[in-house]
């Protein structure tokens, strides 16, 4: 895990910014081998052109189910039940079709996921992947399409982009794979980039490199970013707001600078009590947090972190709290029946 970096810079509300998406009481439920289970659970929230997002949350939150439904990967069918709206630039994602998808991705719609591999085809060219994608949304000759994909080689930093273009899949590094996939992600320019996990499986100093270059992408070419992680260190700094997913439900959702400074949730409390800060000194102890997450095919009623919570009391273990916003900041939302209090600062 990466060291929580120093407070995070401030950044303009998104309020003033059309909105991109707008996800609305998305509920995303598979069918597993002991019956059904709600991986997503009523999320709603909204993205402003250029915004940059992260949602984050220990392993089996949601995350990488909530892209995925965003995107349209999960739909209804086949053991999938999706409920909810997703809409995005204008157009219902979930009501547009196989092929209305289709079109989107890759081309407005551009997405990144942990294992380069999955994206890349072992048997193809760096520079086919990339043509093909060049073409597949713009009527590019050969030679056209070249250049625009060497621009992408160069644009996300891959040297010699000459010779990678020869090259294999499993001629390039982690990172490098990496690099080309977002090359291909941003082929179409994208007004959105769903990014999930998109570093963790890279070593500390090539995730640091691919997370500045998401950054100065977005800000070279004005795209909004979702960035899925489990790793609040990847997100701090590098977002205008942050979600907090616990169990299949955003519990905060703040400006990130305030969600890392005033967190009101006490599960976000407690999440950030057990990453590293940079002011440690060496071998204190983190907290970690106690128990484990619910399970999602039975859930108990009540906020679903309560049995971790030490705050909790008979009203948490029985009703769930609804999102409120925080008196003196209206985009800092969570869902607490005890948050923590205004002034509580780490
Ligand atoms: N295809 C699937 N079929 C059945 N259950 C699934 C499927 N995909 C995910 N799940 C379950 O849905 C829940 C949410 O998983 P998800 O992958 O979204 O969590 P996550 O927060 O992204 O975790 P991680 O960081 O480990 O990927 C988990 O309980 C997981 O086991």
Excluded at 26 to 47: H, K, M, P
Excluded at 158 to 163: Q, S
Excluded at 218 to 236: K, N, Q
Aim: hydrophobic fraction near 40%.
């Amino acid at each position: 895990m990466e060291p929580t970096p120093a407070m995070p810079t401030a950044t303009p509300p998104s309020t003033r910014r059309a909105p991109l998406l707008v996800v609305r009481d998305l509920r995303t439920r598979l069918r597993t081998e002991r019956g059904e289970l709600t991986a997503v659970d009523g999320v709603s929230f909204t993205i402003a052109e250029g915004e940059t997002f992260g949602i984050v949350g220990e392993s089996g939150s949601g995350k990488s189910v909530l892209g995925r439904t965003v995107m349209g990967l999960h739909t209804t069918g086949a053991g999938t039940t999706v409920t909810g709206s997703v809409l995005f630039d204008g157009v219902d994602v979930h009501a547009i079709g196989s092929s209305g998808r289709r079109a989107l991705w890759g081309s407005r719609l551009g997405m990144v996921f942990q294992d380069p591999m999955t994206a890349l085809n072992p048997v193809k060219k760096v520079g086919a992947h990339l043509t093909e994608t060049v073409r597949k949304h713009q009527r590019l000759d050969r030679a056209k399409a070249r250049a625009r994909a060497e621009e992408l080689l160069r644009l996300v930093g891959i040297p010699e982009p000459r010779r990678r273009f020869g090259q294999y899949p499993h001629e390039l590094s982690g990172g490098m794979r990496q690099r080309v996939v977002i090359a291909m992600a941003l082929a179409n320019h994208p007004k959105l980039l769903i990014a999930d996990e998109p570093t963790t499986a890279l070593d500390v100093t090539v995730q640091k490199q691919i997370l500045d270059l998401l950054a100065d992408l977005r800000t070279e070419l004005g795209m909004a970013i979702v960035l899925i992680s489990h790793d609040l260190g990847v997100v701090a700094g590098r977002t205008d707001r942050v979600a907090v997913m616990y169990a299949g439900r955003i519990v905060e959702t703040a400006p990130a600078a305030e969600l890392f400074s005033r967190p009101r949730h006490r599960y976000t409390e407690a999440l950030l009590a057990s990453i590293p800060k940079l002011a440690d000194p060496p071998h204190s102890r983190l907290e970690a947090i106690e128990g484990a997450p619910p399970d999602m095919v039975a859930p108990a009623p009540g906020c679903a972190f309560a049995p971790r919570c030490r705050h909790a009391d008979a009203t948490c273990h029985e009703l769930a709290a609804e999102p409120v916003a925080a008196a003196d900041s209206p985009r800092h939302v969570f869902a607490c029946h005890h948050p923590a209090s205004e002034g509580a600062m780490r």
